[in-house]
């Protein structure tokens, strides 16, 4: 019978596959997603990355499931002044900021949990 850790490693490998593989998604759909909404795509990998850093150090401590709320504030802290630079250039009322890249985080969130898991190969 495998041990708790080695099940652990497992599933951190698997995840860092998973996330490793959305990281290069992301990367390069950027210049596809720089035409589509110019001047995020860099944004956008900057929370990718920082998305998959969150994710790493949960499943590091045994925290992945029910951790969301600590997930999203670290990311969001994360990637604070990258997001506050954008929206001084764009004209989002810093009133409305905090919601915003919360609602942010959640959106580049769903956008990887939509890319299916990688499969390995038979």
Do not use: C
């Amino acid at each position: 019978m495998a041990s708790f850790t080695s099940i652990l490693t497992g599933v951190a490998h698997g995840f860092k596959k998973f996330f490793g593989g959305a990281v290069k998604v992301a990367q390069a759909a950027e210049p596809f997603v720089d035409i589509a909404f110019p001047g995020i795509a860099m944004l956008y990998n900057t929370t990718v990355n920082e998305v998959a850093k969150a994710e790493a150090a949960a499943i590091a401590a045994g925290a992945q499931s029910g951790s969301g709320e600590q997930k999203l504030a670290m990311v969001v802290a994360a990637i604070e002044p990258a997001f506050t630079e954008y929206a001084t250039q764009t004209g989002i009322p810093s009133t409305q900021r905090a919601q915003v890249i919360e609602n942010w985080v959640n959106a580049v969130v769903a956008s990887l949990n939509a890319i299916p898991a990688p499969t390995p190969a038979p």
